[in-house]
């Protein structure tokens, strides 16, 4: 989330900087995803844990299952245009409309 190649922070300059170059090599299809910091997974960790319990209600999260989950589902239907952006909140739209 937050990617721009503009920005005074290097983390998202470097975000920013590395869409605008995938953007140019002009593939059929791009699909960028923007999630927020990402919780879970195998590697879950003391930092992980923190974010979730303590900056929850501040910064913006979400589990890695749901990112695939949203993923899958983009990359089985139909494109919307060569380049697809999502960020956060769709992503968890995505994943909450075909929820199992």
């Known amino acids: 989330a937050g990617a721009d190649r503009n ?20 593939f059929e ?11 879970g997974g195998e590697r879950q960790g003391f930092v992980h844990t923190f974010m979730g319990v303590c900056c929850g209600c501040c910064v913006p999260h979400v589990d890695v299952s749901v990112v695939a989950k949203a993923m899958r589902i983009v990359a089985l239907n139909p494109k919307r245009g060569a380049v697809e952006i999502y ?7 995505l994943a909450d409309l075909n929820s199992d």
């Open 7 to 26: 920005s005074s922070a290097t983390y998202l300059k470097t975000k920013g900087r590395i869409e605008e170059a995938l953007k140019a090599l002009d």
């Open 29 to 39: 299809r791009l699909m960028i995803y923007r999630p927020g910091a990402l919780l």
């Open 87 to 93: 960020e956060n909140d769709e992503i968890l739209r």
